[in-house]
C-alpha cells in the first residue's frame, strides 16, 4: 500500500528553523515528483516546493531563499528544511505525489510560527 508519513512539526519563533520530513512506501521513489503543499485555515492549499526525480527544485515565491526541498532516494524520503520562518509561514504541512494516476498525501503535520 502506499503510505507517506510526516513527522518534524512543531512550534517555533520566529526566525528559528525547522526540518520536516516525508518517509513513502509503495511507490517506486527514485522516478516520483515530490511535493510540498500547506494550508491555513480560511485559506487554500497552496504549492510550498516540489522535487523531480532529476533532482531539480521548485518554490513559490515567499519561501525562496528560506526552504529547501530535499530528496533522499536510499531512504524513500523527501525533506524541507524551513529556515528564518515567519508567522505568515504558519499552517499545516502536507507531502504530495501523484502515483499511477492518483494523488497520494501524507497525513499532515502542524507548523506554528510565534512572535
Known amino acids: 500500500q502506499v503510505r507517506l508519513v510526516q513527522s518534524g512539526g512543531g512550534l517555533v519563533q520566529v526566525g528559528d528553523s525547522l526540518r520536516l520530513s516525508c518517509r513513502t512506501s509503495?511507490?517506486?521513489?527514485?522516478?516520483?515528483?515530490m511535493t510540498w503543499y500547506r494550508q491555513a485555515p480560511g485559506n487554500e492549499r497552496n504549492l510550498v516546493a516540489a522535487?523531480?526525480?532529476?533532482?531539480?527544485?521548485n518554490y513559490t515565491d515567499s519561501v525562496k531563499g528560506r526552504f529547501t526541498i530535499s530528496r533522499d532516494n536510499a531512504r524513500s524520503t523527501v525533506y524541507l528544511q524551513m529556515n528564518n520562518l515567519f508567522v505568515e509561514d504558519t499552517a499545516t504541512y502536507y507531502c504530495?505525489?501523484?502515483?499511477?494516476?492518483?494523488?497520494?498525501w501524507g497525513q499532515g503535520t502542524q507548523v506554528t510560527v510565534s512572535s
Open positions: 504530495h505525489t501523484s502515483w499511477r494516476s492518483v494523488n497520494w
Open positions: 509503495g511507490i517506486n521513489f527514485k522516478i516520483a515528483r
Open positions: 522535487i523531480s526525480s532529476d533532482g531539480s527544485t
